[in-house]
């Protein structure tokens, strides 16, 4: 509050593909340098930098599991297809969690590290899905056009920007984590929201 912002990375582009906390106050961000996209580890105050995965294929939208000992992402590393995968923060146990020939993306977890919820377009049209966070079969959220979601703190509702039941305007829904067709409860976002912005909720 009133302190001046500290310039922590010096790339062209850090963090324009997404960035998370750990629970221990580091940053995870995705790095961008020619054909290189890396993800990278970093002190708050810009130190001790670490490259935990570096390729070519693009990665998007890093999420830390609440433990943070994982790290899931959006990567195009199958035939080009974005999909869900995960690895540990020390670099190792790299695997996918989403597949097919649909695109999945915008991974969250949720409080207790059991599920992760994304984006996708599997069933035809644009919804939020969740599947477990060492892989297996997806379960549908929402059942009408959903873009990016979040877990409440307590695990028992989703945050997301979706068309209204019955209509064609976009609001921020807080919706039952269990797909329950309980009506949601709606909030109109300001002019100036971004429906590809993300969703965040404070620890209350």
Avoid: C
């Avoid at 949601?184 to 965040?200: R, V």
């Amino acid at each position: 509050s009133g302190a001046q912002p500290s310039q922590i990375t010096h790339g062209e582009i850090d963090g324009a593909a997404g960035l998370d906390w750990t629970p221990d106050g580091q940053i995870v961000y995705i790095n961008q340098t020619g054909d290189a996209n890396s993800l990278v580890l970093v002190k708050s105050d810009g130190s001790d930098p670490r490259t935990i995965l570096k390729t070519k294929e693009r990665m998007e939208q890093p999420s830390v599991s609440p433990d943070g000992k994982t790290i899931f992402f959006t990567s195009m590393q199958d035939a080009g297809t974005p999909h869900i995968w995960r690895i540990n923060l020390d670099g190792t146990g790299l695997k996918q969690i989403t597949a097919g020939d649909f695109a999945d993306y915008a991974p969250r977890v949720s409080s207790d590290g059991k599920w992760v919820l994304f984006s996708s377009w599997r069933s035809g049209i644009q919804l939020l899905w969740k599947v477990p966070s060492d892989g297996g079969e997806a379960v549908q959220v929402t059942s009408v056009p959903s873009q990016r979601g979040a877990f409440s703190p307590d695990g028992k509702s989703v945050a997301v920007t979706q068309v209204v039941p019955d209509g064609t305007v976009w609001q921020i829904a807080v919706i039952p984590t269990d797909g329950s067709n309980q009506s949601p409860k709606l909030i109109t976002p300001p002019l100036h929201f971004n429906l590809g912005s993300e969703l965040y909720w404070s620890p209350d």
